[in-house]
Structures are given as structure tokens and as C-alpha cells.
């Protein structure tokens, strides 16, 4: 963004709005972010094929779908409107010295640390405050959750969606919070699982492997059909008597429908662009 906004006091403590953007500028760089975040996502997933040799061993592969599946929570909450992100203070300068001008105190103690930068899309401003108490991952999960949360009244009041739109959207946002949040326990259990998957060693993903239900080959199938658009987010189902099943299929699950929105948005934009 441009110097060409305003700061003005935003309604909750420490948050403020800018005013006055260019607002085609703003989407803008949100695209930007969006393919940004898929291309790494993308990454992600097709770096598993890497680690084949050892076919039982698949913790890596399953960190890296997690990241898969946080890089696509972040796309997903930017196509909705919310932009969790990571600011260091350098970062913050400018918006500082503007809030200064315009008498808004709270800007002035913004320094490195999550943010919340919330399109408005009714005011035509962008909503911006600090996150605290969350570390990188956590911010994320923890907006899926609010988001996800009020998605069905929003799709439920859209005027641009017909009625079989509004009945298969709710149906699709449903079903994936039922994956994300592990029925109901909140989406930051992810982020939890790979804790514990990656640094504790658990889980019996790493020698001496547990089991031989999960497999590296069965794991690169089933990333091979959710890029390739052969399955939908209907045919996800969460079980929860295994945790690495539940925990591999709720982060494709989120991929995938990641990868639906945007496809669908392509599909309604003639143009092909985001904006």
C-alpha cells in the first residue's frame, strides 16, 4: 500500500481502520499473498514424494501436509476477508508515523507481533489490530475458528448466491468444520498433533513405527487425488479412533477445500483474476 490513507480509532482496545485506500491496491496484494501462500502449499505437498525410501516412516510427510493445510488456512481466511499476519516492527514504521499525524495513540505502541487486517467490505475500510497471546500457527487456527464460526449466517444472507448455492455452501463449510475442529474440539488441535508428531516423536510415526495402517505411498495417493481435484470435501470423513488417520485427512480436507474455493472463483470470473 501507498501513503494515500488515512488512521482513524477502531472500535475495540488498541485497534485502529484505515481510511482512503486504493482499495483495487489492497486486493491486490492480498492476490498476491493468495498465490503466494498456494505456491508453498503446493511445495509442500510435492515434496513428500521425496521421502519414499523408508515407506512406514511418515512423520515428515505428515508435517509437511500439515503446513500444506496451514499455508491453505491462511489462503482461505484471506479469500474471506481476514488476514492474520506476522509484522515486525520495521514493518510498522510508516503506519506509525501516519497514525501519529491523525492523533491515534494506539499505533504508536504497534511493534513486532501477529495482527489481525480485516477487510470491511460494507465501509470500505480495513480493520487492524494486534493478536495477543498467539504464537504464528495458533493466530491461524484460532481466526479459522471465529471465521468458520459465521460463515453459514454470512452465506445465508448473501445476495449474490441462489438458493442451491447457499444450501451446497452451507453443506461444504459444515462438513468442513466438522474435520478442521476435530468435531467440535477447535482447529488448533493441528497444530497440537504436529507438535507432538514432530518434536516428541509420538504418535509411533518415527522408528519404531506403531503400525503399518499409514503408509508414505498411501499418504502420496491421497495427495495426488486432492491436487488433482478427484475428490471433494464430502468425501472426507473424520474417524476419530485414529489419530494419524484423523489428523492426515482433516489437513487435506481443509487443502481441498481451499483448493474448491478458488477454483470456483476462477470458474465465476471470466477475467480469471482474484480482483
Known amino acids: 500500500m501507498t501513503a494515500d ?19 483495487r491496491s489492497y486486493l491486490g496484494a492480498i492476490a498476491a499473498d493468495v498465490n503466494r501462500l498456494s505456491l508453498a502449499a503446493r511445495e509442500s505437498l510435492y515434496n513428500i514424494r521425496s521421502h519414499t525410501e523408508l515407506p512406514r516412516s511418515v512423520a515428515w510427510p505428515l508435517v ?20 492474520p499476519s506476522y509484522l515486525r516492527t520495521e514493518e510498522l514504521l510508516h503506519l506509525r508515523r501516519v497514525g501519529a499525524a491523525y492523533g491515534v495513540l494506539a499505533v504508536g505502541h504497534y511493534n513486532t507481533g501477529q495482527y489481525m487486517i480485516g477487510d470491511n467490505a460494507v465501509s470500505g475500510q480495513i480493520d487492524f489490530r494486534p493478536i495477543n497471546g498467539a504464537g504464528s500457527h495458533e493466530a491461524v487456527w484460532r481466526a479459522l475458528d ?19 448455492d447457499k444450501i451446497d455452501a452451507s453443506k461444504d463449510v459444515a462438513h468442513l468444520v466438522k474435520m478442521v475442529t476435530k468435531a467440535g474440539a477447535g482447529a488448533k488441535w493441528l497444530s497440537t498433533f504436529r507438535n507432538d508428531l514432530q ?23 491421497r495427495v495426488r487425488d486432492v491436487v488433482s481435484g478427484a475428490v471433494d470435501i464430502e468425501q472426507f470423513e473424520y474417524r476419530s479412533a485414529d489419530d494419524i488417520t484423523a489428523f492426515s485427512e482433516s489437513c487435506l480436507a481443509l487443502i481441498c477445500a481451499t483448493r474448491m474455493t478458488l477454483v470456483d472463483m476462477y470458474e465465476r470470473n471470466p477475467a480469471g483474476s482474484f480482483l
Open 199 to 221: 518434536y516428541r516423536q509420538a504418535y509411533g510415526a518415527w522408528f519404531p513405527y506403531r503400525d503399518g495402517r499409514m503408509t508414505v505411498e498411501r499418504i502420496v495417493d
Open 146 to 164: 471465529i471465521r468458520m464460526s459465521s460463515i453459514t449466517s454470512l452465506i445465508a444472507g448473501s445476495g449474490s448466491l441462489t438458493s442451491q
Open 64 to 83: 509437511m501436509i500439515y503446513y500444506a493445510s496451514l499455508f491453505s488456512a491462511q489462503m482461505l481466511l484471506r479469500v474471506w476477508g481476514d488476514a
Open 5 to 23: 490513507f488515512g488512521v482513524g480509532a477502531g472500535v475495540e482496545p488498541k485497534s485502529i481502520v484505515l481510511f482512503g485506500q486504493d482499495r
